[in-house]
C-alpha cells in the first residue's frame, strides 16, 4: 500500500478545481487574526504567497536568505510568462496549454495539477497589470505575446528579457504593502535550518541569523517553503550562487518525501564554459529562440568565422531535424540536438562546445518591414539590417547587451555561441493537490516541489507556476488545514520539540567548525558538480550513474572529515553557510543518482542512453514508469521508494513527436 494519497477532487477533470474552491472549508476573518504561518523564501512563489495569505488576514511570517525579497533568483528570469488568453487568436485555450504543458513534460505530470494551473493562468497576467507590471504591449495596446519551444502558439507574456524582474518586482511591491501593515513580519537574511515537527505536525523553523550567527525559534500553525531549485548540485548552473536545497532537504529529512530528483533541466542557449576558473554560468533567455536560427557548419571541425561561411554550408539542424517547431523545439531536445552535433565534431568557437545562435535572417526581415513601413520597398541590405538592429534591439536589448559584456563580442554583428547547461530542476518535494507534502501542515511551492512540468519544463511555465501557486492555489488549499487548527494557541518556543531541532542544527554547524580540515568547501562543490555533470548530467547511463554513487560515498567521507571552514558558527561566516549547504547537496547528489538508476526508460530532462529511439530521441517506458518516485528518507543514508501511479484520463498518451 502506497504512504501517498494525491488528495485529487472527484469528478470532472475541467471541473475539479473549481468544486475545490465551492466545497472547501473556510477559516473566518476573526480566526484568520490568530493563524499564524511561516513562509520560507521570497522569491515568485513565496513572497505571492505570503502577500496573499497575509492579505487574508493570517500572521504571516517570511524568511528569505538574501538582504532584500527583491534579490531572489526570481529575478533573474528572462524570457516570460505562459498564459492561455489567445490574444493572438492562434488557437489557444486552456485545454491547449494543459495538453502542451503534459506532452512538454513527456507524460510525467499529474493532469489535475497541470490542468488547474493553465485554469488560473489567465488571472495571474490580469493580476500583474493591475499590479502595474510593465508587460509589453502592441502599438494598439493589447498586451504582446512571443512564442516559446514546444508550442505552436503565442501565450508567452513578457518584458524585454526582464520578464522575472518585472514580476518580482509586483509580487514585491505587494508583500512590502503586507509588511508596511504589520501582517507580516520579514527576516532577510534568515537561512532556516530545521523543520519543527510536534505530534507529527509541521510547528515551526530553527533559523540562522546569517549576520549575527544567532540560532532563533519560529513557530507557525502552519510552514510554507518557497526555496527554489537545486541545480547548483552541479556547482556550474545557471542559477544564483545562494540557490541551494537545504531547507527542502532538511524537510525530506523530516519525513516530507522527495519526488523524480533526477529530473534535471539542460537550458539550450546558455554562454559556453570558459574555463574552470567560472563559479557560474549565464543564460540567454529561450525567447531568443523566436528570432534567431540554429546551426553549425556541415563540414567538421570548421574553423572559418561565422560570416565567412557560405548559406549552402550550415546546417540548421533544428529546422531539418524538426520541421514542424524548428528552432522553437522543447528545451530537452534542443539540448540533445546540440550536443549530439557537438559529439560528432561540428561545435564551433575555441572549445568546440558551442553552436551558433544566429540573428541575420530575421533582422533583415523586421528591417524591411520597418521600412515598408516608411515607404521604402527597396531597401538596401544595409539600411534593413540598420532598422532590423533596432527591432531586435527593442524586443532583446539587455540579453544582447549581457552577452557583449560577458564574451567582449558584438552579437548585432556576429552569431551568439551557445550550448546547453543545467538550468531548471523538474523534481522537489512531493506534493499533493493541496500544495502539501507528505508532513502534515508542511507545504511546497513553485520549483521548490515536483508537480506541474513532468520530466521537462516548458519554456515560460516556471514563473506561471510560482504566481499560480502562490496567488491563487495555496490560499486556497491551506484554508482546508488550517480550519481544523483554529483551537491550537501558539505553541511556545521553549517547548521540548524546539529545543532538539535548535540542538541539532547547532550541533551539524559545530561539527563543520571543527572539523578544521585541509581543503576548502568549493574544492568539494566542484568535484561533486563535476561527478554530476558528467555522469548524471545531460546523458545518463547505468554503468555512470553506478560509479557516480560510490564516488559521492566517498566524496562524503572525504567532506565530512577534511572540509575546512573557518571562523566560528556564532558570527557573520559565509563560508559556514556554503558548507552546510554543500553537505546537502552531497547527500542529494547521491539520491539524484539512485532515482536516474531506477528509471528505466529516457523521458524529458532524463535520457538514459540505453533507452532511446533509432533517431536518437528519448524512449518512454509507459508500462513500467508512468509514476511519480517519491523518495522516503530513512535516516541512515538509505532511502524507500514510494510510487504514485500516473493516469492520464483526458490525454492519450503518444511518442513525443515535435516533427
Request: charge should be neutral; charged fraction near 25%; include cysteine.
Amino acid at each position: 500500500m502506497s504512504a501517498l494519497n494525491s488528495n485529487i477532487p472527484e469528478g470532472e477533470l475541467t471541473n475539479k478545481w473549481t468544486k475545490f474552491k465551492s466545497s472547501v472549508p473556510l477559516v473566518n476573518p476573526s480566526n484568520k487574526r490568530s493563524l499564524e504561518v511561516i513562509v520560507v523564501g521570497s522569491g515568485l512563489a513565496g513572497a505571492s504567497a505570503a502577500a496573499t495569505l497575509a492579505e487574508m488576514g493570517y500572521k504571516v511570517k517570511c524568511f528569505c536568505f538574501q538582504d532584500s525579497p527583491r534579490r531572489a533568483h526570481s529575478i533573474a528570469a528572462q524570457g516570460g510568462i505562459n498564459a492561455a488568453k489567445n490574444y493572438q487568436n492562434d488557437g489557444d485555450s486552456t485545454y491547449r496549454l494543459f495538453y502542451d504543458t503534459i506532452k512538454g513534460g513527456d507524460y510525467r505530470a499529474r493532469e489535475a495539477n497541470v490542468h488547474r494551473l493553465a485554469e488560473v493562468s489567465a488571472n495571474i497576467i490580469d493580476q500583474c497589470v493591475a499590479q502595474g507590471v510593465p508587460l509589453a504591449r502592441e502599438y494598439g495596446g493589447l498586451l504582446d505575446n512571443r512564442s516559446f519551444g514546444g508550442t505552436q502558439v503565442q501565450r508567452t507574456f513578457y518584458a524585454a528579457g526582464q520578464t522575472g524582474q518585472q514580476l518580482l518586482l509586483g509580487a514585491y511591491s505587494a508583500l512590502e504593502r503586507q509588511i508596511g501593515m504589520g501582517k507580516v513580519e520579514m527576516f532577510t537574511r534568515h537561512e532556516m535550518l530545521e523543520v519543527v515537527k510536534i505530534d507529527g505536525k509541521a510547528r515551526g523553523i530553527i533559523a540562522r541569523n546569517l549576520i549575527t550567527g544567532e540560532l532563533e525559534r519560529h513557530f507557525g500553525h502552519a510552514v510554507v517553503l518557497g526555496t527554489g531549485g537545486y541545480g547548483n548540485v552541479f556547482f556550474l548552473s545557471t542559477n544564483a550562487m545562494g540557490s541551494n536545497v537545504t531547507a527542502a532537504w532538511k524537510a525530506n529529512k523530516q519525513g516530507a518525501f522527495f519526488a523524480n530528483p533526477c529530473y534535471t533541466q539542460i537550458h539550450p542557449t546558455c554562454i559556453p564554459v570558459s574555463g574552470d576558473h567560472q563559479s557560474k554560468l549565464t543564460l540567454m533567455s529561450e525567447s531568443l529562440r523566436n528570432d534567431g536560427r540554429i546551426w553549425v557548419p556541415k563540414k567538421k571541425d570548421d574553423t572559418r568565422k561565422a560570416s565567412d561561411i557560405p548559406e549552402d554550408e550550415r546546417d540548421y539542424y533544428l529546422e531539418r531535424r524538426y520541421p514542424a517547431f524548428g528552432n522553437l523545439v522543447p528545451r530537452d531536445v534542443a539540448s540533445r540536438a546540440a550536443k549530439e552535433r557537438c559529439d560528432a565534431g561540428y561545435g564551433v568557437g575555441s572549445s568546440k562546445l558551442a553552436v551558433y545562435l544566429d540573428f541575420k535572417a530575421n533582422t533583415e526581415r523586421y528591417g524591411k518591414i520597418e521600412a515598408s513601413k516608411a515607404g521604402n520597398h527597396n531597401p538596401d541590405q544595409e539600411t534593413c539590417f540598420r532598422l532590423g538592429t533596432e527591432v531586435i534591439k527593442e524586443k532583446y536589448g539587455n540579453l544582447f547587451d549581457m552577452y557583449a559584456q560577458i564574451t567582449g563580442e558584438n552579437p548585432y554583428e556576429m552569431p551568439m555561441r551557445i550550448y546547453p547547461a543545467v538550468h531548471y530542476t523538474m523534481g522537489g518535494l512531493w506534493v499533493d493537490y493541496n500544495l502539501m507534502t507528505t508532513v502534515p501542515g508542511l507545504y511546497c511551492t513553485g520549483e521548490a516541489n515536483f508537480s506541474d512540468h513532468g520530466a521537462n519544463r516548458l519554456g515560460a511555465s516556471a514563473l506561471m507556476q510560482g504566481l499560480a501557486d502562490g496567488y491563487f492555489v495555496l490560499p486556497y488549499t491551506i484554508g482546508a488545514y488550517l480550519s481544523k487548527e483554529i483551537s491550537v494557541k501558539a505553541i511556545p518556543t521553549d517547548h521540548p520539540a524546539f529545543v532538539e531541532a535548535e540542538a541539532k542544527a547547532k550541533g551539524i554547524l559545530d561539527t563543520l567548525i571543527g572539523i578544521k580540515g585541509t581543503k576548502s568547501v568549493d574544492y568539494f562543490h566542484k568535484k561533486l558538480g563535476l561527478i554530476m555533470w558528467e555522469k548524471c548530467g545531460m546523458a545518463r547511463n547505468a554503468e555512470g550513474l553506478k560509479s557516480a554513487i560510490a564516488e559521492i560515498q566517498q566524496l562524503k567521507k572525504d567532506f565530512w572529515s577534511d572540509v575546512r571552514v573557518p571562523g566560528d558558527s556564532n558570527e557573520y561566516n559565509p563560508e559556514l553557510e556554503k558548507a552546510g549547504r554543500v553537505a546537502d547537496f552531497i547527500e542529494l547528489g547521491e539520491l539524484m543518482c539512485l532515482d536516474a538508476l531506477n528509471r528505466n526508460e529516457s523521458c524529458g530532462g532524463h535520457f538514459r542512453e540505453e533507452y532511446q529511439t533509432e533517431e536518437g530521441e528519448a524512449l518512454r517506458d509507459d508500462e513500467n514508469y508512468a509514476y511519480v518516485a517519491a523518495w522516503e528518507n530513512k535516516g541512515d543514508g538509505t532511502f524507500e521508494l514510494h510510487k504514485e501511479e500516473l493516469k492520464f484520463e483526458n490525454i492519450k498518451i503518444a511518442q513525443r513527436s515535435y516533427k
